[in-house]
């Protein structure tokens, strides 16, 4: 997958017009959320630009997607508790810190992304889980030690939010929920070696 400062290719412009059609400067077509989710998938670069003012609003037309792939059935990316500690962080001291870990994070995840695929289609039932667990809890333990590094005072309401949690019995919730999803990306990534 290329980068922006991998390649010299300029990004395709779309314009985004009042009626919401989106417009595609390079093949002067009409194109839809979808299309552009396509686009992505395919490491085509674009910026999208609203028709009348010329506001680069690429953004919100990537988060848009972003909102219709998880309203899809089966589509679900990013958990609920996610979703939740990134609103947490928006207004924190530590928010100017998200995005370059989540950049850091998804360019990991990327390049282990082969391996991964390889290691899932190798191993049938509970190693294709374990592996995927693996990578899960390497994720979630960097991220941790990255903030508390910032937020000395967190480890004490972390710690008494952990033993709460383990007592409510949320954990093995949590693990089923976890697995579950693990299920599903699978089954997403069988199909998509399939294709």
């Known amino acids: 997958m290329a980068t922006d400062k991998q390649t010299d290719k300029q990004p395709t412009v779309i314009k985004k017009y009042a009626n919401r059609r989106l417009y595609h400067t390079g093949t002067s077509t009409y194109v839809t959320l979808e299309d552009l989710a396509g686009m992505v998938r395919q490491g085509e670069d674009f910026v999208v630009f609203d028709a009348k003012t010329g506001e680069d609003i690429t953004r919100s037309v990537l988060t848009q997607i972003i909102f219709e792939q998880e309203n899809k059935e089966g589509q679900n990316l990013l958990p609920v508790t996610v979703l939740r500690q990134l609103i947490r962080f928006y207004g ?35 190693s294709a889980f374990q592996t995927m667990e693996e990578q899960v809890r390497k ?24 033993q709460k949690a383990e007592t409510a019995g949320e954990s093995s919730a949590e693990l089923r929920d976890l697995k579950r999803q693990m299920a599903e990306m699978q089954a997403k990534l069988d199909a998509l070696s399939r294709k």
């Open 139 to 162: 994720n979630m333990t960097f991220f941790s030690e990255a903030m508390r590094m910032f937020s000395p005072f967190a480890q004490r309401e972390e710690g008494a939010a952990r």
């Open 92 to 126: 924190d001291s530590l928010q100017s810190l998200v995005p370059s870990y989540l950049e850091f994070s998804m360019e990991n995840l990327s390049r282990e992304q082969q391996k991964l695929r390889e290691q899932m289609s190798q191993a049938f039932g509970p």
